[in-house]
């Protein structure tokens, strides 16, 4: 009770930001979550506060979502406790066992548990590098698997490239922004299916759901516009992959795209390398 207590108090304060910012989260496809039962979702990673956004589009199933965090949030005084109070999953790239087993466990719960299988945000704010674990975690427990993009939060807070003095672009807060978020149909994967095709075809179905956010008329650049915050090969001007790829600091054992933009718009070449 007392770590819902602490969802419920964190849901409302991030609320009470999102109103003041004007904010217009919108969910799409939130009734393939079910309201009960093990649950993992894969969502694309866009921005910062991404897992605020995914938790407010999936509101209406009534479910408390655990969120795979990279480990050194725990460090931040404070809120480490409430991570772990909400039962947040700490994700260390050097040793990401501990993170498996916990989510594994949290699944064989009954809990709803989300990954970023980019591992990181996409400079190019197209699909990137894939881990094997969301695949590895289904096959194991059965568990179906349902897939997560959001767009327009990358103009709130996320990367950018480096101006001459090697910063990044600072929060943005101006106000009325709209962030979508599309929940696609559940995937399942059988057991003797092969954990990196099946996780291209998970990158194949992200980018498409990811896509169909990004073509949407209120998201696209204006006339004229300079867009750093929208993909090259849709007529944005974020760096390409080919661009962004001495800056997407991606795990060996990820799987590189065989999705996405081709190869003249910055795509990179398959590998078969896998881990978690």
Do not use: K, N
């Not at 938790?55 to 809120?79: I, K, L």
């Not at 962030?179 to 299916?193: A, K, R």
Request: glycine share 10%; proline share 9%; hydrophobic share 35%.
């Amino acid at each position: 009770m007392s770590r819902e207590r602490t969802y419920r108090a964190a849901v409302a304060l991030g609320r009470v930001g999102m109103r003041a910012l004007r904010m217009q989260v919108t969910g799409f496809g939130a009734e393939h979550v079910p309201r009960r039962g093990p649950v993992l979702l894969a969502a694309t990673h866009v921005s910062y506060p991404d897992f605020v956004f995914v938790q407010e589009g999936v509101h209406s199933s009534g479910r408390h979502v655990r969120f795979m965090t990279r480990h050194d949030v725990w460090q931040v005084p404070g809120v480490g406790r409430a991570m772990s109070a909400m039962r947040h999953i700490p994700v260390d790239r050097a040793a990401p066992a501990g993170a498996y087993l916990t989510a594994r466990r949290l699944l064989r719960e009954g809990e709803a548990v989300c990954a970023f299988p980019e591992a990181g945000i996409s400079y190019s704010y197209t699909v990137r590098s894939l881990m094997r674990g969301v695949a590895s975690l289904a096959r194991e427990t059965g568990v179906p698997v349902v897939p997560v993009a959001l767009w327009g939060a990358q103009r709130v807070y996320s990367v950018g490239v480096p101006d001459e003095r090697g910063r990044e672009p600072r929060p943005d807060l101006t106000r009325g922004r709209r962030i979508d978020v599309s929940f696609g149909p559940p995937l399942t994967i059988g057991p003797d299916e092969d954990l990196t095709e099946w996780t291209c075809r998970l990158g194949e179905v992200l980018t498409e759901q990811l896509e169909e956010l990004q073509r949407l008329p209120h998201h696209r650049p204006r006339p004229g516009e300079h867009a750093p915050w929208y993909p090259a090969h849709l007529g944005g001007h974020a760096p390409t992959r080919d661009e962004a790829a001495h800056l997407d600091i991606v795990p060996r054992a990820a799987i590189r795209p065989t999705w996405g933009p081709t190869h003249e718009t910055g795509d990179a070449t398959p590998a078969s390398r896998a881990g978690w």
